[in-house]
């Protein structure tokens, strides 16, 4: 089973920046949260990278990547170099969001 399915199921969601934003006062209690990091995705639903960036650092202060083998704790400062390495192609990846 993968460390996904693990999760409560009311950790594993996928967020958009409407998405953090209407549950801003949930996650400002420190809720580790599951999201899809989809540049491309985002793009689309007309969400900057810049501010999908700006919306979790509101919130959390690190994250992981759960496909890492390693589940390293990145800073979110660290987030745009991700996003940048998953391109405009369409790739995404799983993060877990948290608080340090």
């Known amino acids: 089973m993968s460390f996904l399915g693990r999760l409560p199921t009311s950790?594993?969601?996928?967020?958009g920046s409407y998405?953090?934003?209407s549950r801003a006062n949930v996650f400002a209690r420190g809720v580790p949260?599951?999201?899809?990091?989809?540049p491309y995705?985002?793009?689309?639903a007309g969400c900057s990278l810049?501010?999908?960036v700006d919306l979790v650092s509101c919130h959390w202060t690190h994250?992981?990547?759960?496909?890492?083998?390693?589940f390293e704790a990145h800073p979110v400062a660290e987030l745009p170099t991700?996003?940048?390495s998953l391109g405009d192609a369409g790739p995404f990846t799983d993060l877990l969001?948290?608080?340090r």
């Open 11 to 15: 950790f594993a969601m996928r967020l």
């Open 19 to 21: 998405d953090i934003e």
């Open 33 to 38: 949260t599951v999201v899809e990091a989809w």
């Open 41 to 44: 995705g985002s793009k689309r």
């Open 50 to 52: 810049e501010r999908f």
């Open 63 to 70: 994250y992981h990547q759960l496909d890492d083998p390693a």
């Open 82 to 84: 991700l996003l940048a």
């Open 97 to 99: 969001l948290a608080r």
